[in-house]
């Protein structure tokens, strides 16, 4: 007789099966929609307009939309611009994360408790927009890249995953470290960081989403368009032709360009999603045990 | 000089007074401006928010119809004129260059791709030039607008030349305030014959011109103003004609129509939600109706209550599409295009755009503005828009000298249809940015698209028109309908006036939309909007008629 507890015996053929179905389904239901983008980004004018919106069966085959895109200089200024906002805003965001997560991790540093109390404040508390406009303002950062990398330079939870990853270091192996005479600097390189190479993935797959995705904080601070990220230009084409249904007044019958069809929205929704579902892959392995001590520890 | 009309004092301050909350909002001024609803002012805040109309013309430039430009079909009782050919030679309006080589930044917003920016578009250097200075466009995201104003308004970071949608201006708190702050003062520029100088500027509406009156002065320029069918019913003309349909004249032919005309299993439903367009065709006001000396709400109406009955039934014989019955975002316009939907609710500028997009690719596509009819195959009350789309301000303390070129900018951006200067501001180069089609009528290049959305027509206002003469049936079919449409504006009582809606009685509107979106939808019985209303009653409807009524009372008007 197995002495294995009941949930870690060999699972029934029909359990499989259901187990196995209902994972298929799931991941349908999640690739269905990136499924009809991609058709309709890749389907010629006729076929969307014959589908009435989404294209789901596919009808013909046009690169058209992606020409298009790349043409007038401006979506690729922007990736450009999404790409070293992302580069350089990750590599602040982790080094000041690894900083004050390690100082923080620490249980003798200075002022530390009341410094984590405050940080943890703003988990509750978000300041609102019109302030955070005034304070962007008055540090002059109105129309600069840093407007959209140093005011959410530090996230608390993530702060909160890392910190909780350094405090599950065993104290001896800094210790060690000290008698031989490391600096808290050298520790934290040469020992901590290589022992953290998963959470820090993880955290920094976190940061580098986020500044990818981030588009409110560029409607606020850039008024230059030629700074504006891929996901505000996105925003653009996405909603064209919609100031009539919001029953804006404003008049656009100036002969204005025509709304571009759906496949060029399509196409710039592919454009966006493309660098995370190639960066998910690399990063996934450390990404169940980055969340699990996000989890745990706190 | 205190130019502030003595009707202009019905404010959010009138308001709680009246409501016996005044001394509540005088005593915790704080504390009520920090929890107070989003939009609108902080109660107790003060200023003039009622405009009187009546009072306001001595403020408003001058009159002068701009003759250099005829359109064929003349627009009657405030409707567009129709070209139904393009004009074969071109005016040129302002001889004399309107700059004297400043730089100025202007913001605008966009609900469009970004045009490449200055120095990498040729359409931006060959308006600037003409003009004889340069303007750089910041272009808002059309969408997040409103959040986008409220920061820069806030922060007082306005550029030379801002573009403000009127719907922004109304949900930008304390704009009536930041506006005396920020932006310059019109009035000794353009008060009278003193806009004799711009005679483009002139050349716009006084009714338009009101509405740029802020604080009693004249600090926005009015945009487009002649456009103001809100929304209309279009219809599937071509896919009618080969039914054998024909255009209704009463809600029961409509009804009946929808019913033969849906049919799921050929993918074809009558309607999408045309519950706005409803309440014109039963005549319900658009928002308050004076009767007997009382002032009536639209929700307190007999002809409220049967348009919301009729679309229950619309929605009960499931005649409106699915998607849009299941889902807010469903996207109406290609359904209608692709022929699911035969007749739906659009802005007027939908219509051209339909038959821009369809026709290249579907010469059959035809769509037109339903023939207009009432309920009871009278006449229907249309919703009119009073207020222009859009205001242009210039920033304060620009000195005399540079509010002066900016002026003389904004009027040759107001140049109409028809003169080269309109044509050049909103086409760009021919050859480069447009051609020329059989009839004379410019036709965009690729490049075109790509470098000229709205962006310098967005700066000023102009008389529109119908004016796609490349599409003469179109023209002559939408002309001729505007005209009649103009013929059925709803009576409104407080017409002219601009008027701050007070907070509560803002707030209290989605919800009591919401409950009777629940009615139409048939989740709640028909017999509970009476519930419905007398609940918007008691929440604040009947304090809010007490404020109306004191507008009414202050502009001479009751």
């Known amino acids: 007789m197995s002495t294995r507890p009941v949930w870690e015996e060999r699972p029934s053929l029909p359990g499989r099966l259901a187990k196995g179905l209902t994972l298929s389904f799931i991941a349908l239901i999640v690739l269905f929609p990136i499924y009809i983008v991609t058709l309709t980004s890749l389907s010629p004018a006729d076929a969307v307009n014959e589908a009435g919106g989404l294209v789901v069966v596919p009808d013909g085959f046009s690169l058209a939309a992606y020409r298009e895109l790349f043409s007038g200089g401006v979506v690729t200024q922007s990736v450009l611009v999404s790409l070293g906002i992302t580069a350089v805003g990750t590599a602040v965001s982790l080094v000041c994360t690894v900083l004050a997560a390690y100082g923080l991790s620490r249980p003798g540093s200075l002022f530390h408790r009341p410094l984590l109390f405050m940080i943890l404040l703003t988990f509750l508390f978000t300041p609102g927009m019109i302030p955070s406009y005034l304070l962007v303002k008055s540090l002059g950062l109105i129309d600069s890249y840093w407007s959209l990398i140093l005011p959410g330079a530090i996230n608390a939870f993530n702060l909160v995953v890392m910190r909780a990853f350094f405090m599950n270091i065993p104290e001896e192996v800094p210790d060690s470290a000290r008698i031989d005479g490391a600096s808290e600097f050298r520790i934290l390189t040469r020992i901590v960081l290589p022992m953290s190479r998963g959470v820090i993935a993880v955290i920094g797959l976190f940061y580098a989403v986020g500044y990818w995705n981030a588009f409110f904080n560029a409607i606020l601070y850039l008024n230059d368009n030629a700074k504006w990220p891929l996901q505000l230009v996105m925003r653009q084409y996405v909603q064209q032709g919609q100031s009539l249904t919001l029953g804006a007044a404003v008049d656009t019958s100036s002969g204005g360009a025509l709304p571009p069809n759906l496949a060029i929205q399509m196409a710039i929704v592919v454009l966006a999603l493309l660098p995370v579902l190639f960066i998910y892959p690399f990063v996934q392995r450390h990404f169940t045990k980055g969340v699990i001590i996000g989890a745990v520890k706190g | ?558």
């Not at chain 2, 290049?445 to 962006?455: F, I």
Request: net charge neutral.
């Open chain 2, 1 to 558: 000089m205190n130019n502030s009309p003595e009707g202009a004092t019905t404010s959010r301050r009138g308001f709680l007074g009246l409501v016996g909350l005044s001394a509540v909002a005088v005593a915790s001024g704080g504390l009520l401006a920090g929890c107070s609803t989003p939009a609108g002012p902080r109660p107790g805040s003060g200023g003039a928010t009622a405009a009187a109309l009546d009072k306001l013309t001595s403020l408003t430039p001058a009159h002068v119809p701009y003759a250099g430009v005829t359109p064929d079909i003349v627009g009657q009782n405030g409707a567009p004129g129709g070209f139904t050919k393009y004009p074969a030679s071109l005016v040129d309006a302002i001889t004399a260059k309107p700059g004297k080589g400043g730089h100025y930044k202007a913001m605008t917003p966009l609900w469009g791709p970004l045009p490449p920016p200055l120095g990498k578009n040729s359409y931006f250097e060959a308006v600037n030039a003409d003009l004889g200075a340069t303007i750089e466009f910041n272009i808002l995201d059309g969408m997040t607008i409103i959040e986008k104003m409220n920061a820069v308004i806030a922060g007082g970071d306005v550029v030379d030349i801002t573009m403000i949608p009127s719907w922004t201006v109304n949900q930008i708190p304390q704009f009536g305030e930041a506006v005396d702050q920020l932006f310059e003062d019109l009035t000794p520029h353009l008060q009278g014959d003193a806009v004799k100088k711009y005679p483009m500027l002139a050349n716009i509406a006084t009714d338009a011109w009101k509405w740029g009156v802020f604080n009693g002065k004249l600090i926005g320029i009015p945009g487009s103003y002649t456009f103001p069918m809100g929304l209309i019913l279009l219809y599937r003309k071509d896919l009618f004609d080969a039914g054998g349909w024909t255009a209704p004249k009463t809600a029961d032919e409509l009804l009946a129509l929808g019913k033969e005309i849906t049919d799921p299993k050929k993918k074809r439903w009558a309607f999408g939600d045309i519950k706005l367009m409803t309440y014109q065709l039963f005549r319900a006001p658009k928002e308050w109706a004076l009767s007997g000396g009382k002032l009536v709400h639209r929700y307190e109406t007999p002809e409220f209550e049967a348009a919301v009955a009729f679309m229950r039934k619309l929605y009960e014989g499931k005649l409106i599409h699915p998607d849009i019955v299941g889902s807010k975002g469903a996207n109406a316009k290609e359904l209608f295009k692709s022929g699911q939907i035969l007749i739906t609710q659009d802005g007027f500028g939908g219509w051209k755009e339909m038959l821009e997009q369809m026709l290249p690719t579907k010469p059959d596509f035809w769509i037109e503005g339903l023939p207009h009819f009432g309920h009871d195959g009278g006449a229907p009350g249309y919703h009119k828009n009073e207020e222009p789309g859009q205001y242009t301000f210039i920033k304060k303390g620009l000195g005399k000298e540079k509010v002066e070129e900016i002026l003389s900018l904004l009027n040759y951006l107001a140049a109409p249809f028809g003169t080269q200067e309109n044509m050049l501001s909103v086409y760009g180069v021919e050859g480069k940015h447009y051609t020329k089609t059989d009839a004379g009528a410019p036709k965009r290049t690729d490049l075109g698209l790509k470098e000229a959305p709205p962006t310098y027509f967005f700066l000023s206002g102009r008389p529109d028109a119908i004016t796609e003469s490349e599409l003469p049936r179109y023209v002559e079919t939408a002309a001729t309908w505007y005209n009649e449409a103009a013929k059925h504006w709803a009576p409104n009582p407080h017409e002219g006036i601009r008027i701050q809606r007070p907070a509560k009685y803002a707030a209290l509107e989605q919800p009591t939309e919401d409950k009777i979106q629940d009615v139409v939808r048939g989740r709640r019985p028909l017999s509970e909007l009476k519930q419905v209303v007398e609940e918007w009653r008691k929440d604040g409807g009947d304090e809010s008629r007490e404020f109306y009524m004191k507008v009414l009372q202050d502009n001479g008007r009751a």
